[in-house]
């Protein structure tokens, strides 16, 4: 079974500092992706990468940033957290497939207030 | 700009009867379509999917119905249980890269 691991369930930070959300993944996945889910509005993409130190921006990269020096790490930075960006950040992963019938598979979440 | 829709935010079902989930799209370049189902505190987990050039797609109790025409797809839960009670994502592919765009999620109540 695939196994994506969020390195916090809940985290507790203030306005203007540096948040680093960590997610690790054991299958060998070529593509990591961070996403938010927020009431009302779903998941939206941030980021996503395809490889080792590639990145690219998803739907709403603003006030975010990703590091992928591993393959099976993914890190999402907020660089100067704000309060608007209190929300549930959930990390997936899945293979590289032709017409990317492999489903992508999510850790459990990190829950994260911006005070 | 909501590429993705679900319309209904919340179905009540009872126990043994059927649910069905509905999901509309507007990019017609969508070529994959997959459900997720998600339980609080954990992450979405992958349900069902359908490729653009099906109608049909069924796993058990659980079959996706695809209407190109209409740009509207849907699941149906038979019979519905109890631990089926969840928020339920639709989510759809373009070919051009890996990326899923998602809809709002319907939360789906299975009573007894």
């Known amino acids: 079974d695939v196994k994506v691991t969020q390195s916090s369930r809940y985290l507790v930070k203030r306005t203007g500092e540096k948040v680093f959300l960590e997610c690790v993944q054991d299958m060998d996945h070529e593509n990591m992706f961070w996403y938010r889910q927020d009431p009302g509005l779903g998941l939206r993409l941030i980021y996503f990468?395809?490889?080792?130190?590639?990145?690219e921006k998803g739907d709403i990269p603003e006030g975010y940033s990703v590091s992928r020096e591993k393959k099976e790490r993914f890190s999402l930075i907020l660089e100067s957290a704000s309060t608007n960006q209190t929300s549930m950040y959930l990390c997936?992963?899945?293979?590289?497939?032709?017409?990317?019938?492999?489903?992508?598979?999510f850790g459990d979440g990190t829950r994260l207030s911006i005070l | 700009d909501q590429q993705v829709k679900q319309n209904s935010p919340s179905l009540s079902v009872q126990e043994g009867r059927i649910s069905i989930l509905n999901c509309d799209y507007t990019n017609s370049m969508f070529d994959y379509f997959l459900w997720y189902k998600k339980y609080p505190a954990e992450g979405p987990t992958f349900l069902i999917s359908?490729?653009?050039?099906?109608d049909k797609n069924e796993d058990g109790r659980f079959t996706v119905f695809l209407n190109k025409s209409a740009k509207h797809l849907s699941l149906h839960i038979v019979p519905s249980q109890p631990g089926d009670s969840a928020v339920y994502f639709c989510a759809a592919h373009t070919g051009t890269a890996s990326k899923l765009t998602f809809g709002t999620g319907t939360r789906l109540q299975v009573t007894l």
């Open positions: 990468s395809y490889d080792v130190k590639m990145k």
């Open positions: 359908i490729s653009s050039i099906k």
């Open positions: 997936a992963s899945s293979l590289v497939g032709m017409y990317s019938n492999q489903p992508q598979h």
